[in-house]
T-cell receptor
Framework: AQKVTQAQTEISVVEKEDVTLDCVYE???????LFWYKQPPSGELVFLIRRNSFDEQNEISGRYSWNFQKSTSSFNFTITASQVVDSAVYFCALIPDTGFQKLVFGTGTRLLVSP | GAVVSQHPSRVICKSGTSVKIECRSL??????MFWYRQFPKQSLMLMATSNEGSKATYEQGVEKDKFLINHASLTLSTLTVTSAHPEDSSFYICSARDLVAGGFTDTQYFGPGTRLTVL
């Protein structure tokens, strides 16, 4: 079964705090791809990152960083020094190799950053 | 790069009418596009996979006669909600698959969505 779990429904932080969004996935495929998307109040999903299952290197992009750990089937996302503009719903998603290119989405985590 | 547009962004229609939503990949060719539906405060629900030049593949429970999908070119897919009813009111989002040549490492880029309200 293919599944993505985002246990945190909603997180509230104050600006400049660091925040980590958790993502746990399930798949039997050895080849798969993991994604994070951001959905601001406007509604559009913004692509943030893609990671394939053979690349466990962590990645940093500005204030964003991702921690991929196959041993725990997790792909967590950290925002450093959060800003009000980071307020959005964040979705973690999975495409397994046998999944016909279909994204399997988690339920999303709503992040609210207050000034 | 990798921009997807959707038109219209909002539409209000009367019950019983049909509504067409367009999804365009602006700077890449998309052999595959996807249509999703999203209810308030929920995740995205895949409705169908649209392949250029062939019939769409619908997810279980999605009425193909109600949600007509046409993928006439490598940059355009349309979703027509036929005989719309208030329960069809929702946020519809399309995505286009940008396939990196020679590999599986594709990414879906999403349009800005269309908010449909059926009165």
């Amino acid at each position: 079964a293919q599944k993505v779990t985002q246990a945190q429904t909603e997180i509230s932080v104050v600006e400049k705090e660091d925040v980590t969004l958790d993502c746990v996935y399930e798949t039997r495929d050895t080849t798969y791809y993991l994604f994070w998307y951001k959905q601001p109040p406007s509604g559009e999903l913004v692509f943030l990152i893609r990671r394939n299952s053979f690349d466990e290197q962590n990645e940093i992009s500005g204030r964003y960083s991702w921690n991929f750990q196959k041993s725990t089937s997790s792909f967590n996302f950290t925002i450093t020094a959060s800003q009000v503009v980071d307020s959005a719903v964040y979705f973690c998603a999975l495409i397994p190799d046998t999944g016909f290119q279909k994204l399997v989405f988690g339920t999303g985590t709503r992040l609210l950053v207050s000034p | 790069g990798a921009v997807v547009s959707q038109h219209p962004s909002r539409v209000i229609c009367k019950s019983g009418t049909s509504v067409k939503i367009e999804c365009r990949s602006l700077d890449f060719q998309a052999t595959t596009m996807f249509w999703y539906r999203q209810f308030p405060k929920q995740s995205l629900m895949l409705m169908a996979t649209s392949n250029e030049g062939s019939k769409a593949t619908y997810e279980q429970g999605v009425e193909k006669d109600k949600f007509l999908i046409n993928h006439a070119s490598l940059t355009l897919s349309t979703l027509t909600v036929t005989s719309a009813h208030p329960e069809d009111s929702s946020f519809y989002i399309c995505s286009a698959r940008d396939l990196v040549a020679g590999g599986f490492t594709d990414t879906q880029y999403f349009g800005p969505g269309t908010r449909l309200t059926v009165l």
